[in-house]
């Protein structure tokens, strides 16, 4: 995924706990607290202990997640030490939907999640030093508690009605809601009593549409040990028209290599908003903000230059994949475009470029002429002479003159690979495979 901490693209950040405070602020990344000054006035005391969790409902973590990875980051650059959870019980039964219940996974499918999802979260936070980071797993004081003892020790403080007030449980009574999402509350909040118990953790950060359960958990530590703890929920981060930010076309915006190319999570973020991309570059990079005013002072006398959004994409990019996929990116951005040099492009990039624009398998002896129609670069195979007579049909960023000349006697990159251009911007590729 990427080198562990990145140091390299963070501010030294002082351990007063005003001033990470009014860094998060400074970024528009506290959208609820329960007590920002009694927070600040305990974090000036001293370094403290915080948490936020992950739930393994999936193999990888997604964009929405790094935000609160970041925010961890953050906190522990100030001085103050994570506990970073993995929920291998919470992630057996997955917080409510407002859509529907929620299909159970096995107990070894969660299992495997949670150590993908544990190698992940390391990667971005210090495990050494003083306040080096933590990660716990929640079905350690789950799985050999007894029913009679949690209903005991933990539902007594819970009252129902309480819970059926809550946004995501009223919304599910009328089409029904099962008993065991019901009480995922429960488990959540346990997590932080047990976490301050063991740790002494007085902080629990995460995502806004998280702040019932967070709160649960706040009020559960006041009433079984009678102590004050904070909470502190970024927002939602959404595009310009409302909706939740992190989908493309193709789907999530994953974390994992494996479920999206780096060239692919590198291109979701060039692909964002003029409107929102000064946001973006304050919640998801370490740039001190007045760097980034800069910048869109700038961007904003030449928005065609995307200076923002490139800048954007290098730095996460750089954090959650490393620098090396950031310069394999931006060189495929301009080669496929006949600006740089395709075969310095490694295949995985490659294909994962051509993956983006639409690739088409075609035997060796298909011409030229079947591959621009195949690849609907053109609409007819007049169309087709036409753009190669004409001088405007490119493979691999050289001008082809033969309309039928078959795609075996084209040299292919890494022995497959045609990149296939009509014009200046219609790109499309061929994958050359066997007749």
Known sequence: ???????????????????????LTARGLVAHSTDLEALRAEMDAGPIVYYVGFDPTAPS???????QILTARRLQ???????????????????????????????????AWVERIRDQVVRFVDLEGENGATMVNNLDWTE??????????????????????????????????SYTEFSYVLLQSMDYLELHRRHGCVLQTGGSDQWGNITAGVELVRRSEGRRVHALATPLITKADGTKFGKTESGTVWLDRELMSPYAFYQSWIQAEDTKVGEYLKQFTFVPV???DALMAEHAAA??????????????TALVHGQAEVDAAELAS????????????????????????????????????????????????????????????YVNNSRVDDAEAPLASLDALHGSWLVLRRGKRAVAGIRRVRS
């Open 61 to 67: 973590l997604h964009v929405g997640n790094l935000l």
């Open 303 to 316: 928005p065609g230059r995307r200076l923002a959004q490139r800048r954007l994409a290098a730095e996460v």
């Open 144 to 177: 050999s508690l007894s029913t009679i003892d949690f209903l005991r020790d933990i539902g007594k403080h819970f009252p129902v009605n309480r819970m059926l007030a809550r946004d995501v449980v009223s919304s599910r009574l009328e089409s029904g809601i």
């Open 334 to 393: 301009t080669a496929l475009f006949g600006r740089g040099e395709l075969a310095e492009l490694p295949e995985d990039t490659l294909a994962a470029a051509l993956g983006e624009t639409g690739v088409v398998e075609l035997g060796g002896d298909a011409t030229l002429t079947d591959a621009l129609l195949e690849t609907g670069l053109v609409d007819s195979r007049s169309a087709a002479r036409r753009a190669v007579s004409e001088g405007g049909a």
């Open 290 to 292: 007045e760097e980034i």
């Open 77 to 111: 650059l100030a001085g103050h030490r994570p506990l970073l959870l993995v929920g291998g019980s919470t992630g057996l039964i997955g917080d409510p939907k407002e859509t529907g219940e929620r299909v159970m996974n096995t107990h070894e499918t969660v299992a």
């Open 1 to 23: 995924m990427g080198p562990s901490a990145p140091t390299d693209q963070e501010p030294h950040v002082s351990t007063a706990g005003g001033s990470v405070l009014d860094d």
